[in-house]
């Protein structure tokens, strides 16, 4: 971490993960948070159960919003949701690198669309997964069909996502610094799979702390569990912060 940054730049790095079922559960975390800047990221649960008024809510209260939908699907398809992202707001979003770069690149015309048709909105930076967090080299081998190590596969997306046109990837911190060495210092990171030191991994196969990731080079992390099952939510995130401070 840059010792010159400041609480707030680094609070805009760490990405809370709202995974609840509805948004009443949502908004009592974010009360518990209320005055720290942090990225919020909605992904499916939450947006399927309380749909695009949420990410406006959030907006609303001044939030930096990540909508992680993960679009994968056809080039038309996505075209149309990306389209309909930008001009939700959100400041970020994904899609999944596996769909290819024709589907990538109708991502991106999705959003230029969107921002020819109406100017004051705001770019999105739309970001690719290469492999969810949760997978390991058996289950990309055996199961998904993908062969080789997950470090590779990672690196051959990203660099497929940089070709598309994209920003950057969705990746586990253990595999920023080949993303980095492939596609550039600006080419962005966004990190799951974060465990302060003591957390349980849960789910989650490929993992370091928040110190780690930032020390590897990630732009952000996405902290879930850590933060929103913890005793004290908000003591859980400024340690978080504290640690990234002090790295």
């Known amino acids: 971490m840059n010792q010159h940054i400041n609480a707030a730049d680094a609070a805009g790095r760490i990405m809370v993960a709202l995974d609840y079922p509805h948004a009443e559960a949502a908004r009592q975390l974010i009360k518990e948070l209320a005055g720290i800047p942090c990225y919020m990221k909605v992904g499916m649960q939450l947006f399927y159960a309380a749909g695009p008024a949420f990410v406006r809510e959030l907006k609303d209260c001044g939030y930096k919003v990540f909508l992680d939908v993960k679009m994968h699907d056809i080039p038309n398809t996505v075209k149309g949701g990306a389209?309909?992202?930008t001009k939700l707001g959100a400041d970020m979003f994904n899609v999944h690198a596996a769909g290819g770069a024709s589907m990538m690149r109708?991502?991106?015309e999705g959003v230029q669309a969107a921002l020819a048709e109406d100017?004051?909105?705001?770019?999105?930076?739309v970001i690719a997964v290469t492999q969810l967090?949760?997978?390991?080299?058996?289950?990309?081998?055996?199961?998904?069909?993908?062969?080789?190590?997950?470090e590779e596969a990672v690196v051959r997306y990203a660099k497929l996502t940089q070709e598309a046109g994209l920003a950057g990837v969705v990746a586990s911190p253990q595999e920023v610094t080949r993303i980095k060495a492939a596609c550039g210092a600006g080419f962005k990171t966004v990190t799951p799979g974060i465990r302060p030191a003591g957390s349980e991994k849960g789910d989650q196969s490929r993992v370091m702390t928040p110190g780690e990731a930032f020390a590897c080079?990630?732009?952000?992390?996405?902290v879930g569990r850590p933060i929103t099952a913890?005793?004290?939510p908000r003591a859980a995130?400024?340690?978080i912060l504290k640690e990234l401070l002090n790295s």
């Open 217 to 222: 080079g990630t732009d952000y992390i996405v």
């Open 83 to 85: 389209n309909s992202v």
């Open 230 to 232: 913890a005793p004290n």
């Open 133 to 150: 967090t949760s997978t390991n080299q058996l289950v990309m081998n055996d199961e998904i069909g993908i062969p080789g190590a997950v």
């Open 119 to 125: 100017a004051s909105l705001q770019r999105p930076v």
């Open 106 to 108: 109708a991502a991106m």
């Open 237 to 239: 995130l400024e340690s």
